[in-house]
């Protein structure tokens, strides 16, 4: 009946005043009634000490001060929150109300009277249409309420105050259209029914539930619809981003050319006279040099298919000129008797340390084909 309906919300509305303004507990009024009392004392205590910290007395004060505004503010939001709970349900229920054209009064038999049959739609039957909006009704007020429950109410106190309550409720009020939607101005258009199921316009309360069935499963599937179509998008983005790697992972033994002249070790190299047939000291070295891009150096080293010499060759030529050509060829291309050693080093990229360090050996073994050997 409706009268079950109205004890319902009355008895919640209790409930919550009970929560916060119960008198057998010690409640907000009286915590910072304690902290005002301290401000008090050290205020009065000012007046008779000679001797006066203001440091410390002012941070005393200052935190007696923040803990009693703090404590204000929840008493105020616990304020607004008990006028939305009344607010909340009595809006439902004038909402119900203005629908039922009939109201059965009197429901008891009076035989001096005649009772009479009268056709109303299925929801104006008995309380139907109050239960239907209390359960299954939510207007655009209510979403207020609820940003207003979990702020003020549900969350600590760490969420009271924060920018993220003003922006929704901005939002919302771009819906609302009303400066007073807070107060106890109600709104008979409001239409904001469940998955959009509007008991007027279902056949009966079987139509209404098949109907709200029915939307449940189409949002349902559409919500697998959007998790499928989300999965395609990761498995394409895996894809594409697998392929992306393997791309990095086939190229990662190219380098710039810039970085790669950048990082060309430099070299000094030299000849060794293996069974000392032209060089007779006792490291046996017939040259030393240097060079910035050795493999680019070496093609003046390498023996050449057409008979001509080689720089090594000619230098022997010209150190021993009553040698024959063809002997200094076999001696130089002779891995028996003729080999050269390469020393690559980062630091020999650097010209002055390169010609520092051939100086060095040049210094210590005595070349036979260097220029200028003391």
Not at 172 to 199: A, K
Not at 248 to 260: D, E, F, S
Not at 309 to 338: A, N
Request: neutral net charge; contains cysteine; glycine residues 4%.
């Amino acid at each position: 009946m409706k009268d079950d309906i109205l004890r319902k919300v009355a008895h919640e509305v209790d409930m919550f005043e009970m929560e916060h303004y119960n008198e057998e507990k010690k409640g907000m009024f009286e915590i910072t009634q304690k902290f005002l009392d301290e401000i008090n004392d050290e205020t009065v205590d000012l007046e008779t000490k000679k001797h006066i910290d203001p440091e410390h007395i002012g941070r005393q004060i200052l935190g007696s001060l923040m803990e009693a505004n703090t404590h204000i503010d929840c008493m105020e939001s616990i304020g607004v929150q008990n006028g939305l709970v009344r607010s909340k349900h009595l809006h439902n229920l004038l909402l119900a109300a203005n629908i039922r054209d009939t109201r059965n009064t009197y429901n008891y038999d009076n035989p001096d009277i005649d009772y009479v049959e009268q056709k109303v739609p299925w929801y104006k039957v008995d309380n139907l249409i109050e239960k239907l909006y209390l359960k299954y009704h939510e207007t655009k007020i209510h979403r207020c309420f609820d940003i207003m429950q979990r702020y003020l109410i549900d969350d600590e106190s760490d969420s009271r105050g924060i920018y993220g309550f003003w922006k929704e409720i901005d939002e919302l009020w771009e819906e609302v259209f009303d400066e007073e939607t807070l107060s106890n101005h109600y709104h008979n258009n409001d239409d904001y029914w469940e998955y959009d199921i509007d008991p007027k316009e279902c056949k009966n309360l079987l139509d209404f539930f098949q109907k709200r069935i029915a939307a449940k499963i189409e949002d349902r599937k559409e919500a697998e619809k959007l998790v499928v179509e989300q999965s395609k998008i990761d498995k394409k983005k895996q894809e594409e981003l697998k392929i992306l790697k393997a791309k990095k992972h086939k190229l990662r033994n190219y380098i710039p050319l810039k970085k790669y002249g950048e990082e060309v070790p430099g070299s000094v190299y030299w000849f060794k006279d293996i069974n000392k047939k032209f060089q007779k000291n006792e490291y046996g070295i017939l040259y030393v040099g240097e060079s910035r891009n050795f493999h680019k150096r070496f093609s003046a080293y390498k023996p050449k298919d057409n008979g001509r010499l080689t720089e090594l060759e000619t230098k022997l030529q010209k150190k021993f000129p009553e040698i024959k050509k063809e002997t200094i060829q076999k001696f130089v291309r002779d891995p028996e008797q003729c080999r050269i050693r390469v020393i690559p080093y980062k630091f020999l990229s650097n010209n002055f340390k390169r010609k520092m360090f051939e100086s060095r050996i040049i210094q210590r073994v005595k070349p036979l084909l260097n220029r200028n050997v003391i």
